[in-house]
């Protein structure tokens, strides 16, 4: 599915500036308004200064990890909290995403990372991510009350029968990078109900 780690590195580009752009430009918009108003800082121009650099802060730092190097020195309960703080940027207060992870070893880090992921992205209006491994296989559980993006999750199951996605294929650099990450000789199953998904590999 992927030619070479070039096209790799460019997906995985163009996935971390299209989740950062938009809080960039919330910035810049803030700082315009605060210049309109004399330097003065009101409340609206505080709040999407304080959104915007906590997105920031918490995708930035996430993808770090998740597409960086040298990650494996994370603790399991910082791993967490940086997990929680990148799904509170992409949940909202009516539809919050939550999270479960399983004890995480250094040569797993990433993997976590790129599991977080591929969990919220099928979330529509919430839902609870759930990684865990065992001496066999490691399992990504979603599940939500509400319906999970059935779209998302045939091109996810595409993807594992290395059919390319035909439109915005960084959108699902998570599953494409775990799977370059991995080897071919991994076995990677999805099994999806309407609020339900579970990604087992291995």
Not at 37 to 57: F, M, P, Q, V, Y
Not at 150 to 156: G, L, M, T
Not at 162 to 177: A, E, K
Request: one cysteine or more; proline letters at 2%.
């Amino acid at each position: 599915m992927i030619e070479n780690n070039t096209e790799l590195a460019e997906m995985i580009s163009t996935r971390i500036s299209h989740d950062l752009i938009g809080n960039i430009g919330a910035l810049a918009g803030a700082l315009e308004l605060m210049k309109e108003n004399n330097d003065e800082l009101d409340e609206g121009t505080r709040g999407i200064i304080n959104t915007a650099s906590h997105t920031l802060k918490a995708r930035q730092t996430f993808f770090r990890i998740a597409f960086g190097l040298d990650t494996k020195n994370v603790e399991s309960a910082e791993l967490q909290k940086i997990c929680e703080d990148y799904l509170s940027t992409v949940g909202s207060r009516m539809y919050p995403l939550t999270l479960k992870l399983g004890e995480v070893s250094p040569q797993l880090v990433k993997m976590f990372c790129l599991g977080v992921m591929i969990g919220a992205e099928v979330c529509v209006r919430g839902g609870h991510v759930d990684i865990s491994v065992n001496h066999n296989n490691m399992t990504i559980s979603v599940t939500s009350e509400h319906d999970l993006s059935a779209s998302k999750i045939a091109v996810y199951q595409n993807i594992l029968q290395d059919i390319r996605p035909q439109d915005n294929i960084s959108q699902y650099v998570q599953l494409i990078y775990l799977r370059e990450l991995l080897g071919p000789d991994v076995a990677m199953k999805i099994d999806a109900t309407d609020k339900s998904m579970t990604l087992i590999i291995g």
